[in-house]
Nanobody, 124 residues
């Protein structure tokens, strides 16, 4: 079992930045890939970013490419999502996810473990 806890959400004005962090605990001695997803009110959950176990391979959704970056620190069992140039349409609950497989994926169904989510609100 892997437990995930997100932090760093909040309220920010359009054009601002936030940095989300996801801390993993439990069975973290396995090679696992991580992802970030988000869900806005009335919308389906959507992929945001993913990173492989090694950190070499990353995937970023087209809607946030050039503004968001994902990184991980295996020694600390954390994954961060740096969000710059935020837009009101980025408003959503952001979820961290993990799967015990080293290769990352954009498919939410491939992830086994999920955090509780952190709210990001971008005002115009």
């Amino acid at each position: 079992q892997v437990q995930l806890v997100e932090s760093g959400g909040g309220l920010v004005q359009a054009g601002g930045s936030l940095r989300l962090s996801c801390a993993a605990s439990g069975r973290t001695n396995s090679a696992y890939s991580m992802g970030w997803f988000r869900q806005a009110p009335g919308k389906e959950r959507e992929f945001v970013a993913a990173i492989s176990w090694s950190g070499v391979n990353t995937y970023i959704a087209d809607s946030v490419k050039g503004r968001f970056t994902i990184s991980r620190h295996n020694a600390k069992n954390t994954v961060d999502l740096q969000m710059n140039s935020l837009k009101p349409e980025d408003t959503a609950v952001y979820y961290c996810a993990a799967r015990t497989f080293p290769i990352a994926t954009q498919l939410s169904d491939e992830y086994t473990y999920w955090g509780q989510g952190t709210q990001v609100t971008v005002s115009s």
